[in-house]
């Protein structure tokens, strides 16, 4: 791996030189003068600031006139410029930029984002421990802050589906004593978690002996389809608990809007319990309108105040972290994490230091990346033969009209709706009938064989999608399984798009009129390109125009199709064991398709 490798130091390894340059008997390697510094810890914009930097970090916030000038010192004129922490996104799946970790890096420093805690748990399904081995060391050596979630939720619920792997405890307390993650991953199963689940529980455990911080999601369907005003006041339960709000704004899935309500609609709360996140957001995201600071215009635009938004995604960030004693505040001690910005509102982000390093200017990284080099095991990870027609019958005894259960997909939602449609089969099967927008769905085990698999497939209804006749979909982007998800408005344009995928060993496909229309190439874990984020965003954005040709009016239908295998979310969902239901107040159950009485 050839390239630029970023140098950190630890802080324990600069306090003589820190202190030395900061009472002025030694030089600073970077000085920032005349600066208009955004304060997070008061929430103050302070006039006329200096800052000055000694090995990566801030070793003076004030006046610098008395620091002395070396040869190597780098001086810079903010001329009245904002300067502010770099942004931190403390919910993140990089695998949804459809992009490794470095090239990940280089699409989103340039926007501000200077830390990520990201849940590889995608990965994870598909490869288990060994994943969060690889992404570590993968992320080693670049200039953006990469915390590493221990992902527990492997397979999302035990005994619902087939994953890749399973993660236990003993692999998450290995996982910090390695060294890989920093903190435990969201906690998806919560109904493993409330309905006292003991694997879930020794995770839970295991994290908490590690001493690390502890994330997780509870999904309802209260906070959605519209009731705004209860979403809000969701979010301000939760930090009245003492929990953080992770207001999420990612491609697809847009709560911000609606949950900061519950900061603008009552005056003078503290909002240090108050995050702002990506969770999930495209290469075609990143690269067309941005990552942190897309989220910090869209939350000033909601009608939060610059500082306070800007407050959410540093210092805020950084105590949920438990890391604010060295990042996510312009303070002496903390990480020269640095942005200049030319207008608060607007987030125009001029420059971004990394430890003191510049990283990137006017949208533009200025340092080189380079590529790691994977195991050939991490790029082969889709172990299916190809498919026929036949593969996507769904026989039935009746000949008459039955009942069958239908997932309606929402979109811009995560959850689904259950809905009984009456269909009558042909030849003794149930078909897809794109008329009635009734599209056939499957999920097939595609990972590395194993013993006991008990369910290699499962067909059954979408709703929702408008596919055209002759359209079909196929994805080894299915969350959490990632097993291989295959939609269509015919069993022949099904076997079309499915055996696209396996060719090329994971990634998208769309058929539109029974022929490949476009294609998105994954081949990390069927997860991720290897390609640059620009890049990959112009296939997603051939593989979205697919989709729109196929019949599908949605933006970001890939996303909304992807969640059809979550099984942990309300109401119904697919794996490859069966259709699973999740109601509210209700343990996890597999039901039948059709509909008895």
Known sequence: MT?????????????????????????????????????????????????????????????????????ETTVVDADGRYVMPGFIDTHDHVESSMVDVRNFAAAVLPHGTTTI???????????????????????????????????????SIPGFEDAGA?????????????????????????PGLIYGDPGVHAITAASLKAGVVLTGHYASLALDEGLNAFAAA??????????????????????????????????GLDTRFFTLVT??????????????????????????????????????????????????TVSPGRAADLLIVSDLVNLTIEQVYADGVLVAEDGEMVVEIAPYDYPDWALHSVHLDLMSANDFRIPVASEGPVKVRVMRAVPGKVHTEEQIVEMTPAAGNLRADPARDLVKA?????????????????????????????????????????????????????????????????????????????????????????????????????????LQAAGCPHGSAEMTISLLGLIVIEELHLSNKGLVALKPGQPPAFVDLIVEG
């Open 279 to 328: 969770d999930d957001v495209t290469s075609e995201t990143i690269v067309n309108q941005g990552h942190m600071d897309r989220v910090v215009r869209e939350a000033i635009r909601q009608g939060l105040s610059p500082i306070q938004a800007i407050q959410m995604v540093t210092i805020n960030a950084a105590q949920m972290l438990e890391q604010s004693r060295t990042i996510g």
């Open 117 to 155: 805690a990201c849940d590889n748990h995608e990965i994870t399904n598909v490869f288990g421990v060994r994943a969060v081995e690889l992404f570590y060391k993968a992320a080693q050596g670049l200039p953006l802050k990469v915390q590493v979630a221990m992902p527990v939720c492997v397979p």
């Open 166 to 190: 399973a993660i236990t405890a003993e692999e998450v307390a290995r996982a910090y004593e390695e060294g890989w993650a920093a903190l435990q991953g969201e906690q998806m199963n919560f």
């Open 234 to 267: 969701g979010a301000l339960r939760r930090a009245q608990l003492g929990c953080y709000a992770q207001q999420r704004y990612g491609s697809a899935w847009l709560d911000m809007p609606n949950l900061i309500r519950a900061v603008t609609e009552n005056p």
């Open 3 to 71: 390239g630029y490798v970023h140098q950190r130091y630890s802080l324990h390894e600069i306090t003589q030189a820190m202190v030395a340059t900061a009472m002025g008997r030694e030089p600073a390697d970077l000085i920032i003068r005349n600066a208009r510094l955004v304060n997070v810890n008061v929430a103050r914009i302070q006039a006329g600031v200096d800052i000055a930097v000694r090995h990566g970090f801030i070793a003076l916030v004030g006046d610098a006139s008395h620091i002395p000038m070396g040869e």
């Open 442 to 546: 499957a999920i097939f085990y595609r990972h590395a064989p194993k013993e006991h698999l008990t369910g290699s497939h499962t067909l059954g209804f979408v709703t929702g999608l408008s596919f055209e006749p002759g359209a079909a979909f196929a994805s080894t982007v299915s969350h959490d399984c990632h097993n291989l998800l295959v939609l269509g408005a015919s069993d022949e344009a099904m076997a079309t798009a499915a055996n696209a995928v396996i060719e090329m060993d994971g990634g998208m496909v769309v058929v539109v009129d029974g022929e490949v229309a476009a294609k998105l190439p994954l081949p990390l874990g069927g997860l991720m390109a290897l390609e640059s984020a620009a890049e990959t965003a112009h296939r997603l954005e051939q593989i979205e125009a697919g």
